[in-house]
C-alpha cells in the first residue's frame, strides 16, 4: 500500500472520528471512548507509514494538488525525520485521548462537543504538518494546529484566566506565523515556488547575493519556530497557556505542540540553510538561546507553587536543553560531522524523552487536580499513599526530567553535554554553555524534588476521601513511566532511529552510528578514533541492583523488628496534616538569590477612545432611547384600562356611536 | 568468561569493600582526632563499626508505610558504592567503561537525592527542613564539582575519568590543575557533610533533618553511605589532582592513595573540629565563591596551562 493511500486514511478516520464524537457528545463517556477508538484505529496505518519510512529510507514525494499560479503544489513526502516526530505524535496522541476519557467528565460545565472533534482535527493537523513538503500548504495546516489548539486550550469558557490565557497564545503565535510567511514570501519571490526543495535553492543564492536578507529570512524562520518551540522570551505563552489548558491537552502541547517547533528548526537549518559559516554563526545564536531558555525557564519553574504551571517553565527549560544540542550540533556541522551528528542525537533524543516525561507529569498533575480539584501545591500533601500509581510514575518522570541516572532524560542530557564539553576543548564558549546545562539539572532536580515532597510524600490530610484515579487515567501514566525507563536504560535503540532521521536530512554525510557510540555496553564517544566519553546504562543498573541488594541484605540481616509509629513533632500532639512544609518554603534562601529573573511586564493597554466607544454604542444611541420611548407609550395605553366593566363599556358605547356617526356621514 | 571481565569483576569487587569496611574506621580515626583537638579521651578507633552493628539490630520505627521510606535508605548507599565503581582506586577506575565524569556527577547527585527522598516520605517537618537545606548546599557545592572535574577533561581531552588521571600522572602538575584541586578539596567539606557545613542534619536546631525519623538498620546505612561517600570523595580527590607517586604496581599505589586519603581527611577533620556551623545562605555564598575559584581553574585549563 502506498504511504499516501495510508495518511490518507489515517487522516480520514481522525475526521471521521471527529464527526462520531460530534454527533455523540451528548454521552461524555461515549464520546471519549469514540475519540479513543478513532485515534487508535487512525494510528495504525501512521505506525506503517512509520516503519516503512525507516526501513526504505524514506518515501517518494507524491504531488496531490498543484496551484500553478502561485507556484505552489501540495506535496507529501516522508522522510525519517517526519517519521520520528509521527512516533512521538501517535504515542503521546492515544495516550492522552485515553486519559482524557474520564478526567474531562468532570469538567461538566462545558460540553465535550467542544473537545474531542477538534483534538481529532488537531491530530489530523499534526499529521498534515509533518508530511507536507511545500511551505505554503505547511503554513495551512501550521495554522490549522495553532486555531485548533487554541481551541481547546481555551475550553473552560467560563474561567477568564482561561481565556486570557488563550488570548495571549493566540496572538503570540500569530505574530509568530506573521514571521514565517513575511520570510517565506522573501524567498519566493526568487524562487517563484513554495517547495521545500526550491525554497532551500533560492535561500542558498540569497545568501550569496543578498546575505543580509537570507539572514533576515532564517531569522524570521528561527523566530516562528523557536516561538512555538517554547524559546524564551517569545515562548511567554507557554507557562500561561499550559496550566488551563484541560491536562490531556497540556500533554499534548508540551508533549508534542511544542516539539514541532523543534521539527520546524531542524528543518530550516538541516535542508534549507547551506553548511557555511554562516550556519555555524546560527548555531551559536541558537545555543544563546537555548542556554537563555534552560537558565531563565528552570530557575523560574523553582519559584512556582502552582503543579502545572511549574511544569510549563520546566517545559521552556528543557526546550532550550534540546536547542543547545541543536545549537552545538549545528556549529559543528561544518567541520566536525561526528561531533555534530553526536549534538543533533542528542537534541532528538532529548525531544522523544520530553515527551515521555513531561506528558507523564502532566498528566500526573492532571490525575492529581481530578481528585483534589487543587493545582496549589501549597495545599496539598501526603498523596502518595492514596494514589500509589500516580505518584510512582510521576515519581519516575520526575527523576526523568532531573537527569538522574538511569532514567532517560540522562541519557540525553549525558550526550548533548558531553558533546558540548568536547566542543568546548576547541571552542570554551560550549565549555560554559555545558557548566550551565550541569547546574541546571541540578536545579531540575530541586524543583521535583519539591513537587514530589510537597504533593505526594510528606503528611495527608485528615479524613482525606482521595482515591486513585481510575484506570484508563493511571494507564497512560504508568505506560509513559515505562517508556522513562526503557528510553533510559536501552538508549542505543532509540538512537539509531535519531541517527536515522537526521542521516535523511543532513546535507552532510554523518558518520555511521557503530563509530559514533560504538561499544558493547551502551554509550561509547568516539571522536576521532579515540574513546572519549561513556555512558553504559546496563552496566550501572546491573552494578546498582546487586550493591542494592548487597545494601538491603544487611539492612535485613540482623531482622530487626519493625513498628509503626507517628510522626515526631517536638512532642505536641497536631492533627495530621497541619503541620506540613509548603512548597512555598523550600530552598527560600536560594529562590530569594534569584527572584525577579523571571520579571513580569504588565503592557499598559492603550485606553479606547470615549468618543468612539459612545458612537459605537449602539445601545446608548439607539435602542434605549428607542426602548423608552416604546415603553413610554404603552404606559400612557396603560392608564386608559382602569379595570371597572361600567367604563368599558362606555367605550363600547362610545365607539359605537363614533362608527355610526362615520358612516352615517359618508353614506 | 574472559580475563578482562573477571579483572572488571574483581576490581569493582575490591573497590566496593574498601568503601564499604574501610569507610567506618576512616571516621573513627576523624572522631578521635577531633576528640583530641577538643582535649577528650575519645572513643576507640572501632566505635564506628560497634554503632553500626549495634544499630543494625535495634528496633525499626517507621513512620509512614511507604515503600520508598522502606528502601530509599539501602539504595542511598548502593549509589555510594556504585560511585565507588567509578572512581579510580589505586588503579584506573573498574566500570571506567560504563560511566565518565559527568556520570560521576549525577551518580554523586543520586545518592543525595536518594537521601532527601527518604527525608521527606518520613512526613517529619524536621526532616523536612533538613533536607531543603540539603539540595540547596548540593546546589552550591556540585558547581565546584563540576567545574574541577571540567579541568581535567579539558586538560587531558577526553571525559574518561581513567584517561585523566593517565594524563596527570605523565604530565605533572600544571597551574590550572593544582588551583581545581584546592576547590575540590573545599568541596569535600560539604561533600562530607562536615562542619562548618553540616547545615542539614544541624543536631541543635533541626535535631538531625533528614535522619531525625530514621532509626536501626535504616540510620546505620544511611550513616555508612555518608562515611562511604566521604572515603569515596577523597578518593577521587587525590587519585585525580595528586596521582604521584605512580610505580604502576596496583598493590603499592592503592596503599599510597589510602594514606592521600588518610592525610586529606584528616585536613577535613582538623577544619570540622576548629569551626561552628555557618548558616545555609552563608554557605551558598561561600561556595559561590569558591566556585569562582574552580572558574578561573578552567580558564587557566582552557590557555593551556
Known amino acids: 500500500m502506498s504511504h499516501v493511500f495510508l495518511l490518507g486514511s489515517s487522516v480520514a478516520l481522525f475526521l471521521l472520528g471527529a464527526l462520531t464524537s460530534f454527533a455523540l457528545a451528548r454521552n461524555p463517556r461515549l464520546c471519549g471512548w469514540i475519540a479513543v477508538v ?72 462545558d460540553s465535550v462537543a467542544k473537545f474531542y472533534p477538534v483534538l481529532l482535527v488537531f491530530f489530523s493537523s499534526i499529521v498534515g504538518v509533518l508530511v507536507t513538503s511545500d511551505f505554503l500548504f505547511f503554513l495551512v495546516f501550521w495554522e490549522l494546529m495553532t486555531l485548533t489548539s487554541f481551541l481547546l486550550v481555551t475550553f473552560e469558557r467560563e474561567s477568564s484566566t482561561s481565556q486570557r490565557a488563550g488570548r495571549k497564545y493566540f496572538i503570540v503565535t500569530h505574530a509568530a506565523t506573521l514571521c514565517m510567511v513575511a520570510g517565506a514570501l522573501i524567498v519566493w519571490q526568487i524562487s517563484g515556488s513554495f517547495h521545500f526543495a526550491a525554497m532551500r535553492d533560492a535561500l542558498g543564492t540569497l545568501l550569496d547575493t543578498q546575505p543580509v536578507s537570507g539572514h533576515l529570512v532564517i531569522f524570521l524562520f528561527v523566530l516562528g519556530f523557536a516561538t512555538k518551540a517554547g524559546v524564551l522570551p517569545m515562548g511567554d505563552w507557554l507557562p500561561d497557556a499550559h496550566p488551563v489548558a484541560p491536562s490531556g491537552m497540556s500533554a499534548l502541547l508540551s508533549g508534542v505542540l511544542v516539539k514541532l517547533g523543534i521539527y520546524g528548526l531542524l528543518r530550516v537549518f538541516c535542508s534549507f540553510v547551506p553548511v557555511s559559516a554562516s550556519l555555524q554563526a546560527w548555531g551559536v545564536v541558537v545555543a544563546l538561546a537555548g542556554v537563555g531558555s534552560l537558565f531563565i525557564g528552570t530557575l523560574a519553574a523553582l519559584m512556582q507553587t502552582d503543579s502545572k504551571r511549574l511544569m510549563a517553565f520546566h517545559t521552556i527549560g528543557q526546550i532550550g536543553y534540546v536547542c543547545l544540542g541543536l545549537g552545538v550540533g549545528l556549529y559543528c556541522l561544518a567541520d566536525n560531522p561526528a561531533l555534530a551528528a553526536l549534538g543533533l542525537m542528542g537534541a532528538l533524543f532529548h525531544v522523544a524523552n520530553h515527551a515521555c516525561f513531561k506528558a507523564c507529569l502532566f498528566l500526573g498533575a492532571g490525575s492529581v487536580l481530578y481528585r483534589t480539584g487543587e493545582r496549589d501545591m501549597n495545599k496539598l500533601g501526603g498523596l502518595g499513599t492514596s494514589m500509589p500509581l500516580t505518584a510512582a510514575s510521576s515519581t519516575i518522570a520526575s527523576m526523568s526530567i532531573a537527569g538522574v541516572p538511569p532514567f532517560n532524560g540522562f541519557a540525553s542530557k549525558w550526550l548533548i553535554l558531553a558533546t558540548c564539553l568536547l566542543v568546548g576543548m576547541s571552542a570554551p564558549l560550549f565549555l560554559a554553555l555545558a557548566i550551565v546545562g550541569l547546574f541546571i539539572s541540578l536545579v531540575t532536580l530541586a524543583s521535583f524534588l519539591k513537587v514530589l515532597g510537597a504533593v505526594f510524600l510528606g503528611q495527608a490530610d485528615e479524613n482525606s476521601d482521595v482515591r486513585e484515579v481510575p484506570w484508563t487515567m493511571a494507564l497512560p501514566q504508568v505506560v509513559l513511566a515505562a517508556l522513562c525507563i526503557l528510553l533510559g536504560v536501552f538508549p542505543q535503540v532509540f538512537l539509531w532511529f535519531a541517527h536515522a532521521a537526521l542521516a535523511g536530512v543532513s546535507q552532510v554525510g554523518l558518520p555511521p552510528i557503530d563509530l559514533l557510540l560504538g561499544g558493547s555496553w551502551g554509550l561509547t564517544l568516539a571522536v576521532s578514533g579515540i574513546q572519549v566519553g ?26 530487626a523488628r519493625v513498628r509503626h509509629v507517628p510522626v515526631w513533632t517536638g512532642g505536641e500532639e497536631h492533627a495530621a496534616g497541619t503541620v506540613r512544609y509548603p512548597a512555598s518554603s523550600f530552598y527560600l534562601p536560594f529562590k530569594e538569590a534569584f527572584r525577579g529573573i523571571y520579571p513580569t511586564v504588565r503592557l499598559r493597554v492603550p485606553a479606547f477612545p470615549a468618543s468612539l466607544r459612545k458612537a459605537l454604542d449602539l445601545d446608548r444611541w439607539l435602542y434605549m432611547p428607542l426602548a423608552r420611548t416604546v415603553e413610554q407609550a404603552a404606559r400612557g395605553l396603560g392608564r386608559t384600562h382602569l379595570g371597572i366593566p361600567q367604563v368599558y363599556l362606555l367605550w363600547i358605547v362610545v365607539g359605537a356611536m363614533v362608527v355610526m356617526g362615520i358612516l352615517l356621514l359618508t353614506v | 568468561m574472559s580475563n578482562g571481565a573477571l579483572s572488571v569483576l574483581g576490581l569493582c569487587a575490591v573497590n566496593v569493600l574498601l568503601a564499604l569496611l574501610l569507610a567506618p574506621l576512616y571516621e573513627g580515626i576523624l572522631r578521635k582526632l577531633r576528640a583530641v583537638i577538643h582535649s577528650r579521651q575519645g572513643p576507640p578507633l572501632t566505635q564506628s563499626y560497634l554503632d553500626l552493628l549495634k544499630l543494625l539490630g535495634k528496633e525499626d520505627l517507621r513512620t509512614s508505610p511507604g515503600a520508598l521510606y522502606a528502601f530509599a535508605p539501602a539504595l542511598t548507599l548502593a549509589s555510594v558504592l556504585v560511585l565507588a565503581t567509578l572512581v579510580p582506586m589505586g588503579t584506573a577506575p573498574p566500570l571506567g567503561f560504563a560511566g565518565d565524569i559527568i556520570v560521576i556527577v549525577y551518580v554523586a547527585a543520586v545518592s543525595a537525592v536518594l537521601a532527601i527522598l527518604t527525608a521527606f516520605a518520613s512526613q517529619s517537618p524536621y526532616a523536612f527542613v533538613g533536607g531543603s537545606r540539603e539540595m540547596m548546599l548540593l546546589l552550591a557545592v556540585e558547581p565546584v564539582v563540576v567545574v574541577t572535574l571540567i579541568v581535567g577533561a579539558v586538560n587531558a581531552g577526553t571525559l574518561a575519568t581513567g584517561d585523566i588521571v593517565t594524563w596527570h600522572t605523565a604530565n605533572g602538575p600544571t597551574i590550572s590543575m593544582v588551583v581545581a584541586s584546592v576547590a575540590l578539596f573545599l568541596a569535600l567539606q560539604a561533600q562530607a557533610g562536615k562542619l562548618p557545613f553540616d547545615i542539614p542534619e544541624a543536631d541543635q536546631e533541626i535535631m538531625g533533618g533528614p535522619l531525625v525519623e530514621l532509626s536501626g538498620a535504616r540510620l546505620a546505612l544511611l550513616r555508612w553511605a555518608l562515611w562511604a561517600k566521604q572515603l569515596v570523595f577523597a578518593f577521587l580527590l587525590v587519585e585525580i589532582f595528586v596521582p604521584w607517586p605512580s610505580t604502576g604496581t596496583y598493590y603499592i599505589d592503592l596503599t599510597l592513595a589510602l594514606a592521600k586519603v588518610l592525610l586529606v581527611l584528616i585536613l577535613v577533620a582538623v577544619v570540622d573540629a576548629v569551626n561552628p556551623r555557618l548558616r545555609v545562605e552563608q554557605a551558598m555564598r561561600y561556595y559561590a565563591r569558591v566556585a569562582f575559584v574552580s572558574l578561573s581553574a578552567l580558564a587557566f585549563a582552557v590557555i593551556g596551562m
Not at chain 1, 55 to 66: A, F, M, N, Y
Not at chain 1, 68 to 92: E, H, R
Not at chain 1, 534 to 558: D, M, N
Open chain 1, 534 to 559: 561513556f555512558w553504559a546504562p546496563s552496566a550501572i543498573v546491573v552494578a546498582l541492583f546487586l550493591s542494592g541488594s548487597l545494601a538491603y541484605g544487611i539492612q535485613r540481616a540482623a531482622g
Open chain 1, 38 to 109: 478513532f485515534v487508535t484505529v487512525a494510528a495504525v496505518p501512521l505506525c506503517g507509514v512509520v516503519g516503512e519510512t525507516f526501513r526504505t529510507g524514506g518515501q517518494p514525494e507524491v504531488i496531490l494538488l498543484h496551484l500553478s499560479s502561485l507556484g505552489a503544489s501540495w506535496a507529501i513526502a516522508v522522510d525519517p525525520l517526519s517519521a520520528f516526530f509521527l512516533v512521538i505524535a501517535v504515542v503521546v496522541g492515544v495516550l492522552s485521548t485515553v486519559f482524557s476519557v474520564d478526567y474531562m467528565i468532570r469538567l461538566e460545565k
